[in-house]
């Protein structure tokens, strides 16, 4: 079966004022059709910029290509100009993200936003289909534009959407501006929806009416999704598969469940025991210790050697490439080579 989302050995910096920090560091992941992946990592090992690799929606500059390929739908987006990339992103590719007020403008009421949203997508599929850069705004566009927002923000569940669609960003709670991003983001009815932290500015009985959102969303429209969050417990319950990222590079990747009962990357293995669960005895809990590395002057060989209590000089000499453990799951740990005289 084709992936849909193939990324190979991606590299990417960020060149600052401070330096040139190497933050993606050959990325491997890949994404087949109908994938739930949940992509975890600590705050600042590259999850979000690795995601909007996929629409091309990195900041440039300062984000800067190195190396590799980022394939969507057999083709590389690396390779492609911003009206092939506007037509991805309108009709191919949709985003939410962490905080719902940097989505919306609150100047604009949710129908300008939403119905200006529905057709600047138009104009991005007409762009490319006739070449057009604009189709004329005219008022039976405009109000069919307004019909399919009514209807989207109903299937998201807020009620009155003929009425609420006239409220401005702030007349919504959190949880309904959230909905609203989730309704813009499926309105082209993409194959892969990249949900960046969709919850963690939530309530948590919020939190939990989002991702059954979600959930029903994958079934009723076949979304394929890549879900970036911090909480694992949120992994478990709708994602099959799970991608652990550890500074610039995925570490480990396969199924949800086979990763959480015995996970192979000893920074894997360390997330997992700095969860709390209810044997857990008080004051016991372990994570990972020591600190990320900077990015800007990284370690040698694997990045994780600084904290890993199982390194060993080798580990220093090269980043250690992928290992596949059984058929789908994979681990990038010199520990499980055959080739390695040390290996497990
Ligand atoms: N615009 C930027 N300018 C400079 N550095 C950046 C920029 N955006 C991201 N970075 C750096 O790139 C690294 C990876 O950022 P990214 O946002 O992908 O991390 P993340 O895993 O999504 O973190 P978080 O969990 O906090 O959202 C971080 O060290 C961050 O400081
Ligand atoms: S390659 Fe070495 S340092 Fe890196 S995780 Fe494996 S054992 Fe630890
Ligand atoms: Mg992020």
């Not at 009815?189 to 969709?198: K, S, T, V």
């Not at 969303?217 to 949120?234: A, P």
């Not at 709708?238 to 009962?261: D, F, H, K, S, T």
């Amino acid at each position: 079966m084709e992936a849909l989302v193939d990324i190979q050995n991606l590299h990417l910096d960020m060149v600052t004022l401070d330096g040139v920090a190497h933050v993606l560091n050959g990325v491997n992941l890949t994404i087949h059709r109908g994938d739930l992946v949940g992509l975890v990592g600590e705050t600042g090992c590259g999850k979000s910029l690795t995601a909007m690799s996929i629409p091309q929606l990195t900041p440039k500059p300062p984000a800067r290509y190195v190396e590799g390929r980022v394939y969507f739908r057999g083709e590389n987006v690396l390779d492609k100009s911003e009206t092939e990339l506007r037509y991805l992103r309108a009709h191919h590719i949709g985003v939410i993200f962490q905080d719902p007020m940097t989505g919306l403008n609150p100047v604009f009421t949710i129908e300008q936003q939403m119905v200006d949203a529905i057709l600047s997508r138009e104009d991005a599929i007409s762009a490319t289909y006739w070449g057009l850069k604009w189709l004329p705004s005219n008022c039976e566009r405009r109000r069919r534009a307004r019909e399919r927002a009514i209807a989207l923000l109903r299937r998201v569940g807020i009620p009155e959407p003929e009425r609420r669609i006239h409220s401005y960003p702030h007349e919504f709670s959190g949880g309904m501006r959230q909905r609203v991003l989730i309704a813009m983001a499926i309105a082209g009815r993409p194959d892969l929806l990249i949900a960046d932290e969709p919850t963690t500015a939530l309530d948590v009985s919020v939190q939990a009416q989002i991702l059954r959102l979600i959930a029903e969303l994958v079934r009723e429209i076949q979304l394929t999704v890549l879900l970036i969050t911090h909480n694992i417990g949120v992994v478990a319950q709708l994602c099959n598969r799970i991608a652990v990222m550890y500074a610039g590079a995925i570490v480990e990747e396969g199924p949800v469940r086979r990763v959480l009962r015995a996970p192979f990357h000893p920074y894997t293995q360390g997330l997992l025991k700095a969860i709390p669960t209810e044997t857990t005895p008080k004051g016991k809990l372990q994570g990972v210790p020591g600190s990320v590395p900077n990015l800007y002057s990284p370690p040698p060989g694997c990045r994780f050697a600084p904290r890993c209590a199982y390194a060993r000089s080798v580990c220093t000499l090269q980043q250690p490439p992928m290992t596949t453990i059984d058929e789908d799951h994979h681990v990038a740990c010199i520990l499980y080579r055959e080739d390695h005289p040390g290996s497990l």
